[in-house]
């Protein structure tokens, strides 16, 4: 069986040092680092998953006419481990990262890899460089599985009949430096990162290649990120370049909130999910639903619409301060993170870094 596959080990003979690696992780920025291993599995029509390895992390060595470097049939998933003040290290939910891979996986005709599997690779580079989990606060050891169409030739007609699925491991502080400073986004209606029927429920490298040219447009417009908005009639909001968004109305104890219902087109992500749960569990109700962007712009100069933020597993949760769009600019409330947007950080990061109850045993313990 697959998932019971034994991994060959190979331990690297040129591991960074000591003392480089606490000088590297006193300032890791994000996904520049990486770790002393990687995780390799092989998959054909033949075998299946075969010749899993840990070995040292290094470059890889494909045919110039390797199918994913034309056709792009790749996928990826990024999660976190983090340490715990008594030294454990824990990832968050990674069976949900393993069940949206495999969703990936189907829309783009690849093979599944075994829950189990997939979960064990993360485990086993993680044990292996757990040195590399930072210490720092808000810091944390960012783990990028991916899979890539390993075919060579330059037919179209049929997917890849091999595979290479791979885990690297890079030590990261925050996604977004300088604190929780609010972000400005730009609407963008120039273009589309998904149309109905698309990949935009699935975590491939395309739907990023597409959208460098948007982010590349709200930088040009004095803004840090891009808003997507649906691909019909360009109106209606989805999400914020990799980060998924959510709405506060009213404040107190009157305060709910709304987040863009899962259509298809935007990615579904497991910190959006998570705060869906964990903010009923608060006490704010909290649905999913639809909004445009005139309803953003009117419910901002109401005082109805009170906080916007994005959350991902990179940035975590990033308050949104600024709007701008063809039709003019405001401000989210005041500009300044509000408080159902640090509440429910708090909380949720309070889980991944085990300062707070964990009530639905989403901290998956490593070692
Ligand atoms: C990964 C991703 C997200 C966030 O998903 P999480 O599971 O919360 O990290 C949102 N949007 C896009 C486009 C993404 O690629």
Redesign the pocket.
């Known amino acids: 069986m697959s998932s019971t596959l034994d991994f060959d080990i190979k331990l690297s003979d040129h591991r960074v040092p000591d003392a480089e690696r606490e000088r590297m992780l006193a300032d890791p920025g994000f996904g520049q680092l990486f770790t002393d291993h990687m995780i390799t599995i092989e998959w054909d029509q033949g075998r299946g998953w075969h010749d899993a390895r840990l070995e040292p992390y290094g470059p890889l060595s494909l045919d110039p006419a390797t199918a994913v470097f034309h056709y792009a049939q790749e996928l990826f998933e ?1 999660l976190k481990a983090y340490r715990h003040a008594d030294g454990t290290i824990v990832t968050f939910r990674p069976d949900a990262n393993a069940a949206r891979f495999n969703r990936s996986c189907e829309r783009m005709a690849m093979p599944p890899v075994p829950e189990e599997l997939f979960v064990r690779s993360l485990e086993l580079l993680v044990e292996t460089d757990r040195d590399w989990v930072p210490t720092a606060e808000g810091h944390s050891l960012y783990l990028r599985p991916f899979m890539i169409a390993t075919q060579r030739g330059l037919g179209v007609n049929s997917p890849s009949s091999s595979y290479r699925f791979i885990v690297i491991a890079s030590p990261s502080a925050a996604y977004f430096t300088g604190g929780i400073r609010p972000v400005s986004v730009w609407l963008s209606e120039d273009y589309t990162r998904a149309a109905p029927g698309g990949t935009g429920f699935a ?1 491939c490298g395309g ?1 990023y290649a597409a959208a460098f040219v948007a982010q590349a447009q709200a930088v040009e417009q004095g803004c840090d990120q891009v808003v997507w908005l649906d691909a019909m009639e360009h109106r209606w909001v989805e ?1 914020m370049g ?3 968004l959510f709405f506060a109305y009213g404040g107190g104890a009157d305060a709910r909130l709304l987040t863009p219902a899962l259509t298809g087109t935007l ?1 579904p ?4 999910d998570s705060l869906l749960k964990l903010a009923h569990d608060m006490g704010i109700p909290a649905e999913e639903g639809r909004i445009s962007t005139d309803e953003w712009r009117a419910g901002n100069a109401s005082g109805e619409l009170t906080e916007v933020f994005a ?4 940035a975590v949760i990033t308050p949104v301060g600024r709007v701008k769009g063809r039709d003019g600019e405001w401000l989210v409330g005041s500009g300044e993170p509000g408080p159902v947007t640090m509440r429910l950080r708090e909380e949720l990061i309070g889980i991944q870094y085990g300062t707070h109850p964990d009530p639905y045993g989403w901290v998956h313990k490593i070692c």
């Open positions: 990024g975590k739907n999400e990799g980060m998924n990615l992500g497991i910190t959006r959350c991902g597993t990179a």
